[in-house]
């Protein structure tokens, strides 16, 4: 299971943390990813990271304002966001791919759990 929080009404350039609690995962390899669907649009990776090793991958959306870490000790995944634009507005997934290694260009379809979405909204 995944328990995603974090979300929130925040002001254009401001900063929020995601975070995503996982339980139940049978084997320690997998990547944890955050995805993100705005009204009308397509759901769209946004970062993931490997719990295994550590990679990571930003989607060009997020380089230089969302960080993505892990804290293995506590099985949670977090999104850090500054910087925050209106564009950036949606509602917050965090999936698992239980196949995957490491980090890289995220496709939905190879993701196999996801949380219930925590909503983000950036107001102008």
């Known amino acids: 299971q995944l328990q995603a929080s974090g979300g929130g009404l925040v002001q254009a350039g401001g900063s929020l943390r995601l975070s995503c609690a996982a339980s139940g995962f049978r084997s320690d390899d997998y990547v944890i990813g955050w995805f993100r669907q705005a009204p009308g649009k397509e759901r769209e990776g946004v970062s993931c990271i490997s719990v295994i090793d550590g990679s990571q991958y930003y989607a060009d959306s997020g380089k230089g304002r969302f960080t993505i870490s892990s804290d293995n000790a506590k099985n949670t995944v977090y999104l850090e966001m500054n910087n925050l634009e209106p564009e950036d507005t949606g509602v917050y997934f965090c999936?698992?791919?239980?196949?995957?290694?490491?980090?890289?260009?995220?496709?939905?379809?190879?993701?196999?759990?996801w949380g219930q979405g925590t909503q983000v909204t950036v107001s102008s």
């Open positions: 999936a698992g791919a239980l196949h995957l290694m490491r980090a890289g260009p995220m496709r939905v379809h190879e993701y196999d759990y």
